[in-house]
RNA sequence: GUGCCCGUAGCUCAAUGGAUAGAGCAUCAGCCUUCUAAGCUGAGGGUUACUGGUUCGAGUCCAGUCGGGCGCACCA
């Protein structure tokens, strides 16, 4: 609908001869009494030009040359606001749309020919997928998705590390366990992983090496079964929610050297240090953020000669730009939020454009179960695992209860709730929708013979439906292309859940209020396209939420 | 102490600086001999934590106060 409205106003301005570089924006008012559009381009030009706002609004109007029988009424209404009032006969050819284009419907090509990076999950393989990392995951997934539907070629990427000090203790709490279950008495650490699961994979490895491991000091080969059994897991939690990455990226390519060539760690640090922001005291190389107006300087490389996190970070960034990429997305949990500040700063002195990248930082989750908060933390080993929350609740619950608030808040996972075969449950709201609208379908098939393919010549039987029901929900399919926009420009999939709310909300009062099979046969038809115009619309949003579009309930 | 996020109906949450702050759940009152009642209609429920400021207009922006969450490592 934007497509359709701003070139209009554009033009008008120009006739009226105002002058502005104010973004024309269109929104819907809460109340209909004020249209079906509305814009306050002439409050905000008003003060630019010196002139009474509705006198400016009135002159605006003369000069909008909309299409005939398309925009029914335009008035000026409060401070000067011009709200549009659209003909019913306009929303519901526009309806048409929908169904010849598909699946296809929504889709915009702001991207066509362009390449975005989306990186997320990310998580280290030292145990079980949380739940926490389960929102990002989800949340990475659905942004990649959105990039997707504007035609960008999208790259789901997986940063992880299998050095490092986290990994060595992941060995060594193995090879304690795999001691126990040689028999022998451990004084296992709690510094160390406490989870079950880590007792689990020891004791595959006495089962499959016998207590043959038991002399060695050697972790290697803890590690390394650990990481393997550990990866295996995560990716299998989330296929479970249908997440599927293109690329795992290992930090260690950024250590290697290969023919004279320094390793992109060094790189970076020689790059910095051209700047002369690099410097070297106690033993450590530093960012010297402070000359950058940070509170403090920032370890690169540890006294112990390893880089630490922030120098692949940085590394890892500029792969991303030497990738080629054009829109590089982050996806990462509250914790990491001063990280990425610095990786920024440095990546614009060495020359990169930040503004392709666009960080997207979730707030954490907390679960509830019967009101009870649960904590959790993977050293600890009581943290609450991902697969089991799948297991309690199914994919979908755990998909949409995840992105179904804004991401920046703090999201309050009710257990109790999810798992509600009930109208309580959002997921059930939604789905049902779809549902009702395939047994409807297959009711008409039975009943009249209907069938929804092959009938486009008869679409334009949608023209004849006007009363309020219909006309809202045509009005709200229309609504949909804007909607992709919007989430994506947000990184905000919560956007496109609510938007399928209200949808499944106009077409259940539209079920209520207008018989369809009862009706006659041409009114029947165009409230069957009107039907399936919805169903289409669902589909189209469940695919990119990653929500199963369930044929009956 | 400091950086980021949050504070909106009893509960969980919406509201690109716009008009009378909205949904769902819960509560109460209605709607199934008729296409899925996992649904629909209606009612009640608010000093948007507090105090100032910016402007035609502030839940939204700014400053401060109070509460809660997450960081603040030569861990990642």
Known sequence: MLEFFLPVIQSALCSAGVNTDKPIRLEQPSDKKFGDFSTNIALLAAKECR??????AQEIIAHLAFPPDTVARIDVAGAGFINFYLTPLFIMQSVEHVLLEGDEYGKGNIGRGKTAIVEYVSANPTGPLTIGRGRGGVLGDCIANLFETQGYEVTREYYFNDAG????????SVRLR?????????????THYQGEYIRE???????????ELAESTEIQIFK????????????????????RHDSFFNEHRLYIEEDNKPSANNEVISALASSNLISKYDGATWFLT???GQEKDKVLIKSSGEPSYRLPDIAYHITKFERGYDMIVNVFGADHIDEYPDVLEALKILGYDTERIKIAINQFVTTTVDGQTLK?????????????LIDDVGADATRLFFIMRGKDSHLNFDIELAKKQSKENPVFYLQYAHARICSLLRMAQQETGFNASGRAAEYQLLQQLSSPAEVQLGFALLDYPDMI??????????????YLHSLAELFHRFYQECPILKAEPEVCRARLFLSLATRQVLRNGFRILGVSAPESM
């Open 178 to 190: 795999y001691l126990e279950c040689c028999g022998r008495e451990t004084d296992f650490p709690a």
């Open 290 to 292: 402070t000359k950058l």
């Open 224 to 243: 390394k079964t650990a990481e393997e059994i550990i990866f295996k897991s995560i990716r299998k939690t989330l296929e479970r929610l249908g997440i």
């Open 485 to 498: 926009k919007t989430s994506l420009r947000l990184l905000e999939p919560q956007k496109m859940v609510e």
């Open 51 to 56: 002139r009474n706002p509705r006198e400016l």
């Open 376 to 388: 959790m933390s993977t050293r600890k080993g009581n943290a609450d695992l991902l697969d089991d």
């Open 165 to 172: 000090r986290q990994m060595q203790i992941l060995g060594e």
């Open 201 to 211: 994979i020891a004791e595959e490895m006495f089962r499959d090496h016998g207590a």
